[in-house]
C-alpha cells in the first residue's frame, strides 16, 4: 500500500470560474471633423501612449475659419474700444449740461453692445480652433493599436462607422466571470477581509497566467442562471492575457489556518459517507470517517477525523478491511501498488 501523512498547513479555500478576458478601456478612433486624411501616423500592433498622435486630417478648411473669427475679434474690438472713447468724451458733456441723457445712454449702450460682441466672437473663435484640433487625431489612452481600417487620401467624416482603428488598452487587462449566486457572501467576507485573491489559469486551466485582484461584484444576479459576475483586473505584464480569451479564474475566498489534508486518493466513499485507511500500530489499518472539504491540487481538506501527522492508505484501498495488516510502499514506488480498476478488470491478480 502506499500510504501518507496528514499534514497541518495553511490552506486557501479557492472557488473557481469561466471568464473572459475584457480590456479596461476600448475605443473606435473616428474623426470628430469632415476632411482628407492627411497621413497615418501609427503602424498596426503599435504600442501607443496617451496623447500621441495617430492621424491628421487637411486643416486648410479650419485654419482660415480660426483666422477669419480672430479678424472678426479685432474688428469689433477696435469698434468697442472707439465706442468706449465716445462714451469718454460724452460723459463730461453731459454732466456740464452739453449733451443729452438720451445721448448719453446711446454711447452706454453702444458699449455694452460691442463688449456682448466681443464675447460672442471669442465663443465663435474657440469652437473654431476646437474644430481645427479635431484635426490632428491623438490617443486616449495608453493602448494598442488594431487593424487600419482606411487609408490616408480618403475623405472621412464623424459618421463612419469603423472608424480609423480600434485602439484597445492591454496593460492592466481585465476579466469578467462568474460565479454561483451562493458565493456571494463569501466573496464580499473575503473582500472585507483582504484574503481576496485572483489568479488566472489557461483555458486547458493548467497554466497560471497571472495573478490579479478582485474589483467589484455586480449588483444582479443572473435569474436565468443563477449566478453573479464579477470582474478583477490583472496586470498583463507579459500580455499573457488577450481580450475577448476564454480564462479559468481561481478566486481565493479565504485561508483555512492550521488546516489537515491528505491526498484526494485516500478518501473513499462508504454507506456511511466519506472515510479513509488509517494505518495503526504494527501496521494494522482502521476504516474512520471523516468530513471531507474542499479539494485542490490533488489534495483534500479534512474538516474532521483525522489528527496531524497520522498516516492514512493513499492507494490501493480495494483489498482493505478492519485490521488488515499492510506493507507500505514508498510514494515513488506507487506504480508497484494494484488499483481497483485494473484488478476488477481481470488485468491483475
Request: glycine share 8%; no cysteine; hydrophobic share 40%.
Given at each position: ?265 485516500a478518501v473513499q466513499q462508504g454507506p456511511n459517507g466519506a472515510f479513509v485507511y488509517v494505518v495503526g500500530a504494527g501496521h494494522k489499518v ?64
Amino acid at each position: 500500500m502506499t500510504a501518507a501523512g496528514a499534514m497541518q498547513s495553511d490552506v486557501p479555500i479557492v472557488v473557481e470560474g469561466l471568464g473572459t478576458a475584457t480590456p479596461l478601456n476600448t475605443a473606435v478612433i473616428r474623426t470628430q471633423v469632415q476632411g482628407t486624411l492627411e497621413s497615418v501616423d501609427f503602424v498596426e500592433g503599435q504600442e501607443v501612449k496617451r496623447g500621441q498622435v495617430l492621424a491628421r486630417i487637411d486643416p486648410r478648411v479650419y485654419q482660415a475659419q480660426v483666422d477669419q473669427a480672430k479678424a472678426a475679434v479685432a474688428r469689433d474690438e477696435a469698434a468697442l474700444k472707439n465706442s468706449k472713447a465716445n462714451l469718454a468724451r460724452t460723459q463730461p458733456l453731459a454732466d456740464r449740461g452739453f449733451a443729452t441723457q438720451q445721448q448719453l445712454d446711446a454711447e452706454n449702450s453702444q458699449v455694452a453692445q460691442g463688449e456682448g460682441t466681443i464675447q460672442l466672437d471669442r465663443a465663435a473663435l474657440e469652437a473654431v480652433e476646437a474644430q481645427l484640433s479635431f484635426t490632428t487625431i491623438t490617443a486616449p489612452f495608453d493602448g494598442v493599436t488594431g487593424i487600419r481600417r482606411i487609408d490616408p487620401g480618403n475623405v472621412v467624416q464623424p459618421s463612419d462607422a469603423n472608424g480609423l482603428v480600434v485602439l484597445t488598452q492591454l496593460q492592466p487587462i481585465g476579466v469578467i466571470f462568474t460565479l454561483p449566486s451562493t458565493e456571494i457572501l463569501n466573496v464580499q467576507k473575503a473582500i472585507a477581509s483582504g484574503e481576496a485573491a485572483v489568479d488566472a489559469y489557461d483555458a486547458s486551466n493548467r497554466h497560471k497566467l497571472d495573478h490579479g485582484r478582485l474589483l467589484l461584484i455586480d449588483n444582479q444576479v443572473d435569474s436565468s442562471t443563477g449566478t453573479v459576475r464579477l470582474k478583477a483586473s490583472f496586470p498583463n505584464t507579459n500580455r499573457t492575457l488577450w481580450p475577448g480569451a476564454f480564462i479559468n479564474i481561481h478566486l481565493t475566498i479565504a485561508i483555512r489556518h492550521n488546516a489537515i489534508t491528505v491526498p484526494l486518493t485516500a478518501v473513499q466513499q462508504g454507506p456511511n459517507g466519506a472515510f479513509v485507511y488509517v494505518v495503526g500500530a504494527g501496521h494494522k489499518v482502521t476504516a474512520r470517517d471523516v468530513v471531507a472539504g474542499p479539494s485542490r491540487a490533488g489534495m483534500v481538506l479534512i474538516e474532521q477525523g483525522l489528527a496531524p501527522n497520522e498516516t492514512v492508505v493513499a492507494a490501493g484501498q480495494y483489498r482493505l478491511s478492519e485490521g488488515t495488516t499492510v506493507d507500505i510502499v514508498p510514494v515513488s514506488q506507487g506504480s508497484r501498488v494494484q488499483d481497483a480498476t485494473t484488478a476488477s478488470a481481470g488485468m491483475l491478480p
